[in-house]
């Protein structure tokens, strides 16, 4: 036995961060199997180990940032290994071998008349000598494109690049086809174009890299590019690029006939396993998934040509942005939501806060009203174990918790993301204040780990002095319940012999009905109020 020291390889320069690692100390893994999985701002990447054996120990976790020679883990191997392979780098994953000078797709030149000219644009090296497959072409026949537009999309294993156009111009015919093998020379499209009377810039580009991963968690999805109303595309197969999952997964997917979206991810925000698409191709044969129905029989929205109407600036939504909305829509199609509203009086609260501002000032704490809702809520949670529970993928059985993590939602310039605090339970006010501005803080400047965004069991948005009296929040899956905290507002409230002005403060309850019933968020929800009330409760 000898122990193999596998590192990063080559990346073409500069830091990656990794988003999963796919082994753990102990495991055995054959020779190819992923180790790690690495993602820049243009590709997402799988790390192959480069001989099977045990893993002894790893170097690197989830979240860190990573180079070329540093150490992802080392490996027990059979047989000798010599120094020289030892410290050999895992190869690098065939999209980052081509070299930039080879990428270039070729191009089989013809002169026309009036300054045309028509060029057969070929397959460049793409580093994969027995080819690599066409998952989908972006363009159609007679389609006006510019200068750099993906022509297709190809995907090893390891990989998915897109070939670029060489030139703006018209596409005369195509010569290649989804499924198809791509070998280097292979002719993708005739591209017809305007010539001048020197050569038009060629773009010297390789493949561009596509994201072979997307967001949520969350936890990150693939940078889609903006539309262009100059050069439309006519894909012709769906790319899935909203979900996070590998190329192995996106291949294996279509071999099986999936519609990624509809598979649920259990991978590190949200990344969907092949584990997860043979778990969901058992509960379809059993009868059991309910995510297969998703959507189905649902008329899609129409696109729109909006630019007929007048004037539009089309944006990409950030990853963030698209990973939010795709879980939004996820919790919203699966789960039966039911919400209920309520005015809670805490005036008392309120002047319990303004006594101790001084005290606040001193600790360079400032005291708001969530750590008495987080408080409150606690201990709503341990009265009633139904709300600080999941139900399990199959439907079958309630998951309780022995812990209270309670997430916050944190509004950014990039979206929204929920951090999670931990053992609210065992804090007090001044603990919980201090860390929930500490991890608002780190979210608006982008900081946040995706260790800071899991384990929560219950959730808590509130809008606070933006305005509105109630809204429905969406419940934040595998939880089976959210607060909804609106604007206080001085309301005149009947004491019994007359009205008097009370500091109101409305809240919403939204639940998932396959957990819990009316009667309990009744309970919970009465009991919450009581404790906001007459915060002296929360003590007992």
């Not at 708001?368 to 199959?394: C, E, G, I, Q, V």
């Amino acid at each position: 036995m000898t122990k193999e020291t596998v590192k990063i390889p080559d990346l073409g320069g500069g830091e990656v961060d990794v988003i999963e690692v796919c082994v753990k100390v102990g495991d055995s893994v054959a020779k190819e199997d992923s180790l790690v999985v690495l993602e820049s701002d243009k590709a997402s990447m799988e790390i192959p180990s480069p001989q099977a054996g045990k893993v002894l120990s790893i170097s690197i976790k989830e979240g860190s940032t990573v180079s070329e020679g540093d150490v992802i883990l080392e490996l027990e191997v059979e047989g000798d290994a010599s120094t020289e392979e030892v410290d050999e780098p895992a190869p690098a994953p065939e999209a980052e071998q081509a070299a930039p000078e080879e990428a270039a797709p070729a191009k089989v030149e013809k002169t026309e008349a009036g300054g045309l000219k028509r060029e057969m644009i070929e397959v460049p090296d793409v580093g994969a000598s027995d080819g690599i497959e066409v998952i989908e072409v972006c363009v159609a026949e007679g389609d006006d494109i510019s200068e750099g537009d993906s022509l297709v999309v190809l995907e090893s294993d390891k990989a998915s690049m897109e070939i670029p156009s060489p030139y703006s111009g018209k596409i005369v015919s195509l010569a290649i086809k989804t499924g198809d093998t791509a070998k280097q020379g292979m002719a993708i499209a005739e591209i017809e174009y305007q010539s001048a009377s020197e050569e038009p810039a060629k773009v010297d580009a390789e493949p561009e890299p596509q994201k072979a991963s997307a967001p949520a968690a969350s936890p990150a999805p693939v940078q889609a590019q903006a539309a262009k109303p100059s050069a439309p595309a006519a894909p012709t197969v769906v790319s899935h690029a909203e979900v996070y999952a590998g190329p192995a997964v996106r291949k294996l997917a279509r071999e099986f006939g999936l519609e990624l979206e509809q598979v649920p991810g259990t991978g590190p925000r949200g990344r969907i396993l092949k584990e997860d698409l043979q778990q969901f191709v058992k509960d379809l044969a059993s009868g059991k998934s309910s995510a297969a129905v998703s959507g189905t029989g649902i008329p899609a929205i129409p696109e729109v040509d909006f630019s007929q109407f007048g004037e539009i600036d089309v944006q990409p939504l950030t990853k963030l942005h698209k990973l939010t909305a795709a879980n939004m829509h996820r919790s919203w199609v699966n789960l039966p939501h039911v919400t209920q509203f309520d005015d809670v009086d805490i005036s008392e609260l309120e002047d319990f806060r303004a006594s101790v501002k001084k005290q606040g000032e001193q600790r360079g704490v400032k005291l708001t009203p969530l750590p008495f809702l987080l408080k409150a809520a606690a201990l709503a949670l341990r009265t009633y174990p139904k709300f600080n529970a999941s139900l399990s993928s199959d439907g079958e059985s309630m998951i309780y918790k022995n812990y209270i993590n309670i997430g916050i939602a944190v509004d950014t310039p990039a979206g929204l993301v929920v951090p999670v605090i931990r053992d609210v339970d065992k804090k007090s006010l001044w603990d919980l204040a201090a860390e929930s501005a500490e991890l608002a803080k780190k979210a608006k400047d982008r900081k946040l780990k995706p260790a800071d965004m899991q384990g929560g069991c219950f959730t808590i948005s509130s809008l606070g002095g933006i305005g509105g009296t109630g809204f429905t929040p969406i419940i934040n899956a595998p939880e089976v319940a959210i607060m909804g905290v609106s604007k206080l507002a001085v309301k005149p409230l009947w004491n019994g012999s007359e009205f008097v002005p009370r500091k109101m403060l409305p809240v919403s309850l939204s639940y998932d009905h396959r957990a819990i019933n009316g009667v309990d968020a009744g309970q919970f929800f009465t009991f919450l109020g009581e404790l906001l009330t007459d915060i002296r409760k929360i003590m007992l």
